[in-house]
């Protein structure tokens, strides 16, 4: 299957400050890429849908302007947690779908932020 | 409001024996379906899909059966190894909605020798 690669894959953080994680397509384009979090024996839950070039899309109770989405090409969206908090403390999954239609969208390994 | 939902959040197979993972749903839209595996501190691993057109789709040791009528899938893992002990989630999805993924709650799946 294709290869998606999320990093970091653990960060720890200072209340306050923010944090960044990139999602990366390496071995296809990726048109659509989606953020998920995931709480201990939980779900994951959609947060937001990007497309590459255009503004994302945010799920229900997802707050936009503390996770800054950017999907500057086919390859690489980032998920930014501005100001976080320790609530902020979570898994957090990348995915991304190549072919337009296409209905399987392939995972990165996750990241674990822990917020202090 | 929980769209999937896995009502059993472990279950507990001999190695050898046949494991059943049960999914239901309760969005009528939903027209695609789909069976991830996940490691602790990992992404989901996709095992096997289906669409609604279809009542089973089978690769390997791993079946999937779908219910429309009674909006219920199922995950059948025959023979069950250890190394498919892993927490398993079924996921959904709507046409036209990019591949936007429903996730049901996962159920742990412990395969003892």
């Known amino acids: 299957g294709a290869v998606v690669s999320q990093h970091p894959s653990r960060v720890i953080c200072k209340s306050g400050t923010s944090v960044k994680i990139e999602c990366r397509s390496l071995?296809?384009?990726?048109?659509?890429m989606f953020w998920y979090r995931q709480f201990p024996k939980q779900s994951l839950m959609l947060m937001a849908t990007?497309?590459?070039?255009?503004?994302?899309?945010?799920e229900q109770g997802v707050e936009k302007d503390k996770f800054l989405i950017n999907h500057a090409s086919l390859t690489l969206s980032t998920l930014t947690v501005t100001s976080a908090h320790p609530e902020d403390s979570s898994f957090y999954i990348c995915s991304a779908r190549g072919v337009q239609g296409a209905r399987r969208a392939f995972f990165g390994q996750g990241t674990r932020l822990t917020v202090v | 409001d929980q769209q999937v939902k896995q009502n059993s959040p472990s279950l507990s197979v001999q190695e050898g024996r046949i494991s059943i993972l049960n999914c239901d749903y309760t969005n009528s839209m939903f027209d695609y379906f789909l069976w991830y595996k996940k490691y602790p501190a990992e992404g989901p691993t996709f095992l096997i899909s289906?669409?609604?057109?279809?009542d089973k789709n089978e690769d390997g040791r791993f079946t999937v059966f779908l219910n429309k009528s009674a909006k219920h899938l199922s995950l059948h893992i025959v023979p069950s190894q250890p190394g498919d002990s892993a927490v398993y989630f079924c996921a959904a999805s709507v046409a036209g909605t990019a591949s936007k993924l429903t996730f049901g709650t996962g159920t742990r799946l412990q395969v003892t020798l």
């Open positions: 289906i669409s609604s057109i279809k």
């Open positions: 071995d296809f384009q990726a048109t659509t």
């Open positions: 990007s497309n590459e070039g255009s503004k994302a899309t945010y």
